[in-house]
């Protein structure tokens, strides 16, 4: 992927940073944040994060829109979720997740920091509702 591909451009007024491998532009959106998440190849939540943040699983909900690449997701009880692009993302809390493939996966993401999972109407944690 060239510096001219529009979805790596520089996001005019976004907050950057880099956790574990995966390269965070963050804005503001009224109570909101969109997040641009690009995760590398061969990226793990369980093997890249978990040893950072001390969970067995990651306890975030993502919502959003993968509008690159591949994301497989584990929950506790063994149910799985594939994401391939372009798709819409809605992963409850209690995952662990992984790139599959050689491209980084790019994932357009809202949320409401610690109080997502009450303003998207989403399970605290994985269910089979």
């Given at each position: ?41 061969g990226f ?36 799985m979720a ?46 089979h509702a």
């Open positions: 992927m060239s510096e001219t591909d529009p979805l790596l451009a520089p996001i005019p007024g976004a907050e950057s940073r880099e956790l574990a491998g995966i390269k965070v532009d963050m804005v503001r959106a009224g109570d909101a944040r969109v997040k641009r998440m690009i995760y590398p190849p793990r939540w369980s093997t890249d994060v978990k040893p950072l943040v001390g969970t067995d699983l990651c306890m975030h909900a993502h919502v959003g829109f993968l509008a690159r690449g591949r994301i497989d997701v584990q929950y506790a009880d063994g149910c594939s994401f391939a692009a372009p798709q819409v993302v809605s992963i409850a809390p209690g995952h662990d997740a992984w790139i599959v493939g050689e491209q980084p996966a790019i994932l357009i993401e809202v949320d409401f920091e610690g109080v997502t999972i009450s303003r998207m109407g989403m399970p605290e944690s994985h269910n």
